[in-house]
C-alpha cells in the first residue's frame, strides 16, 4: 500500500492491485488540481467542494477527497477538452459506499453520476474525441469502477435459482457501474486503439470474466457484450480466452457446482462455435466431449440448458461425427430420480436427432431407443409424455421407418404394456398414437412383434406359475421333516414358510 498526496486529496493505493501494463504504475488522481487552461471552464471559485469519505475493501480507499463540479466539455474551447475529459475521467474514480449506508454522500454520487452520463453523451455524438491521452485514463477509470471481489452469495448452499421464481439480488452501485460500462462498449466497437490499452495482457479479460459471477443480471449481460466484442477484435486473446472459460467451467462442474454466470459464457460460446472453421480442432472436439457433456450432470441445469443444448447442436451441424459420442454422452449422464432434468435431456435429444445424419443414426439407435422405452414406461407423465411426442417428428419419424426392424422390437413391449396400464388418460392416447403409426409402417412386423410379446408374456406366466410350484413342492418336504416339531410355531405356519421361501 501507498499514502499519495495531491493537494487537499490523500488517497490509499494499492499499486499491486492494478497491474496495467498500458499505464503509469503510480496513479495519482488531481481532483483538486486543475490544468491552469481549464481553470476558467470549472464554475467559479465558489464552486463546491464536496469532502468524500468512501471506503471500498480491496478496491481503492479515498478519504478528504474534494469533489467539484466543472462545466460540460463542449462549452471549452477544442484545445482545452482534451484536458478537461481527462479531469472528468480522474474524478469518476472516486468510490462511495452503496451498501453499508446508501444514503450517505448522495450530492457527491450525483457529481460522479453526471459525470459519467456527460462523458458517454459526448463520445456519442463526437467523433475522434477520444485521443490516445485518455485511452489510458479511461482504462484505469474503467478498472477502478468495475474490477473489484464479488460479495459471497446470497444463497451459497441452498436452492438453485429458478430465474421465473425467484428474485435476482442486484448490485447496489449498479447506478455508478453500468455507466462505465457503456463508453467501454463504445471504444471495443469503434476504435481498435482503444482496445489495446483495455486488453494489454490478459489481465482484463481474466478480471472480466472472473466478474461473470455477478449475481445481478444486468452487469452480466454487459459483461457478456464486451468479452464477446473484445473476442472478436484480437485474434491472439481468442486462445485465453476459450481456455479461461474452460477453466471456470472445470470449477463449476467438478468442485463448486455454483457459477452465476455459466448461461451467458454459454451464451458466448455459441456464437463461438458458430464462427468455428472446418474442419475442427482437435482441441475444440476435447471441448465439447471433457466440457459441455459433463455439464449435463450438475444440479442446476435448468438455468443454462438452452444455451448448453444450442452448443452441442451446433458442434453436431459443424461434424457429424461428433454424434455418436455426444448421444452415448446423454445416456451416460441420463438421470435416474430427476424428472424434470428427464425432460429437459429429452428435449434435447430431439434436437440433435432434428439434424443428425441417417448413417450417424444408425449407429445410436437401439441404444437411445431402449432409453426411451425407459422414458415411456415412466410413471411421471410428464417423461412419458415428452418421449412420446416424439412420434409428433417427421424427421424423426421418417428416420424409425427406415429402421423399423430394429427399433419397433425394442419399443413395442413398452407401448404394449403401457397402453393399458398407465394411470394417465394422456399417455394412453400418445401410445395408440405411436402404435397405430408403428402399424401403418409395417403391418407385418407389427403383427410379429404382438405374437411375439404375447408368447413371452404367456412363457413368463408359465415361469411363474413353474417357481411357484416348486416352492410349495420344498414346503411340503420341509414339513415332512421329523424334526418340524422341534422348530417355533412361528415357523412352522405355512404362510410364514410361503413368506420365508419367496
Not at 453500468?178 to 471504444?187: A, C, F, G, N
Request: charged fraction near 25%; include cysteine.
Amino acid at each position: 500500500m501507498e499514502l499519495l498526496q495531491c493537494s487537499s486529496l490523500w488517497i490509499l493505493f494499492n499499486i499491486d492491485s492494478l497491474k496495467l501494463s498500458s499505464v503509469p504504475q503510480i496513479l495519482v488522481l488531481r481532483f483538486h488540481s486543475v490544468p491552469s487552461t481549464a481553470q476558467k471552464w470549472i464554475n467559479p471559485p465558489s464552486f463546491p467542494r464536496y469532502p468524500v469519505l468512501s471506503i471500498s475493501i480491496d478496491r481503492l480507499c479515498v478519504t478528504q477527497a474534494v469533489l467539484f463540479i466543472v462545466s460540460p466539455i463542449p462549452d471549452a474551447p477544442p484545445m482545452d477538452r482534451e484536458e478537461l475529459f481527462v479531469q472528468k475521467l480522474r474524478q469518476c474514480c472516486v468510490l462511495f459506499d452503496f451498501v453499508t449506508d446508501p444514503l450517505s454522500d448522495l450530492k457527491y454520487k450525483e457529481v460522479k453520476r453526471a459525470g459519467l452520463n456527460e462523458m458517454v453523451e459526448y463520445i456519442t455524438h463526437n467523433r475522434d474525441v477520444v485521443t490516445e491521452a485518455i485511452y489510458p485514463e479511461a482504462v484505469i477509470m474503467f478498472s477502478i469502477n468495475l474490477f473489484r471481489t464479488l460479495p459471497p452469495s446470497s444463497n451459497p448452499t441452498g436452492a438453485e435459482f429458478d430465474p421465473e421464481e425467484d428474485e435476482p439480488t442486484l448490485e447496489a452501485a449498479w447506478p455508478h457501474l453500468q455507466v462505465p460500462i457503456e463508453p467501454s462498449i463504445r471504444l471495443v466497437t469503434n476504435n481498435l486503439d482503444a482496445c489495446k490499452h483495455m486488453t494489454s495482457g490478459h489481465l482484463i479479460p481474466f478480471q472480466l470474466l472472473e466478474l461473470f459471477d455477478s449475481e445481478d443480471p444486468r452487469e452480466r449481460d454487459f459483461l457478456k457484450t464486451i468479452l464477446h466484442r473484445i473476442y472478436g477484435k484480437f485474434l491472439g486473446l481468442r486462445a485465453y480466452v476459450r481456455r479461461q472459460i474452460n477453466n471456470i467451467f472445470y470449477r463449476f462442474i467438478y468442485e463448486t457446482e455454483h457459477h452465476n454466470g455459466i448461461a451467458e459464457l454459454l451464451e458466448i460460446l455459441g456464437s463461438i462455435i458458430n464462427g468455428f472453421a472446418l474442419p475442427l480442432k482437435e482441441e475444440h472436439k476435447m471441448f465439447l466431449i471433457r466440457v459441455l457433456l459433463p455439464l449435463h450432470k450438475v444440479k442446476s441445469l435448468s438455468v443454462y440448458h438452452p444455451q448448453l443444448a444450442y452448443c452441442v447442436v451446433q458442434f453436431l451441424e459443424k461434424d457429424s461425427s461428433l454424434t455418436e459420442p455426444v448421444i452415448m454422452g446423454l445416456l451416460k449422464f441420463w438421470p435416474k430420480t430427476h424428472s424434470p432434468k428427464e425432460v429437459m435431456f429429452l428435449n434435447e435429444l430431439e434436437e440433435i436427432l432434428d439434424v443428425i445424419e441417417p448413417s450417424e443414426f444408425v449407429k445410436v439407435m437401439e441404444p437411445l431407443f431402449r432409453q426411451l422405452a425407459k422414458c415411456v414406461s415412466s410413471p411421471h407423465f410428464q417423461v412419458a409424455e415428452r418421449a412420446l411426442y416424439y412420434w409428433n417428428n417427421e424427421y424423426i419419424m421418417s428416420l424409425i421407418s427406415d429402421n423399423a426392424a430394429k427399433i419397433l422390437p425394442i419399443m413395442f413391449p413398452a407401448l404394449y404394456k403401457n397402453s393399458k396400464s398407465h394411470w394417465n388418460k394422456t399417455i394412453h392416447g400418445l401410445i395408440y398414437n405411436a402404435l397405430k403409426l408403428f402399424m401403418e409402417m409395417n403391418q407385418k412386423l407389427f403383427d410379429d412383434c404382438t405374437q411375439q410379446y404375447k408368447a413371452e408374456k404367456q412363457k413368463e406366466k408359465y415361469k411363474l406359475k413353474e417357481r411357484e410350484e416348486m416352492w410349495y413342492k420344498i414346503e411340503a418336504l420341509a414339513k415332512q421333516n421329523p424334526q418340524v416339531n422341534t422348530l417355533p410355531l412361528a415357523i412352522k405356519s405355512s404362510k410364514f414358510n410361503f413368506f420365508i421361501f419367496k
